[in-house]
């Protein structure tokens, strides 16, 4: 059974950083796109940045300078690096995976992990 599952998160001072990993695993023909996104207390989900199989990466505006992504196809696990944390940042972050787990192209969706917890507080 495919899933993806986040880890990383915790407590950190303003200022500090905290990278977040997500790794997919199970059954799997291809591993395509994968990406982080976030949900603030009282607020909606919002993307942070992209990253294709290839390494290509997609940014969110307001998140460009202090995150970034990376990928390690052979351990299918994607990473979140994040410098100069502000309270703001703090969040539930989630990882996404586009999967496919067959041959044929219906068999493919967007796999969520449940989330990690990053809080900013001194």
């Known amino acids: 059974q495919v899933q993806v599952v986040e880890s990383g998160g915790g407590l950190v001072q303003p200022g500090g950083s905290l990278t977040l990993s997500c790794e997919a695993s199970g059954t799997m023909f291809r591993l395509n796109d994968m990406g982080w996104y976030r949900r603030a207390p009282g607020k909606e989900r919002e993307l942070i940045a992209t990253?294709?199989?290839?390494?290509?990466?997609t940014y969110a505006n307001s998140m460009k300078g202090r995150f970034t992504i990376s990928r390690d196809n052979v351990k299918k696990t994607v990473y979140l690096q994040m410098n100069s944390l502000k309270p703001d940042d703090t969040a539930l972050y989630y990882c996404v995976a586009d999967i496919q787990w067959a041959s044929h192209a219906s068999a493919r969706k967007h796999f969520w992990g449940l989330g990690t917890q990053v809080t900013v507080s001194s």
């Open positions: 990253i294709t199989s290839d390494g290509t990466t």
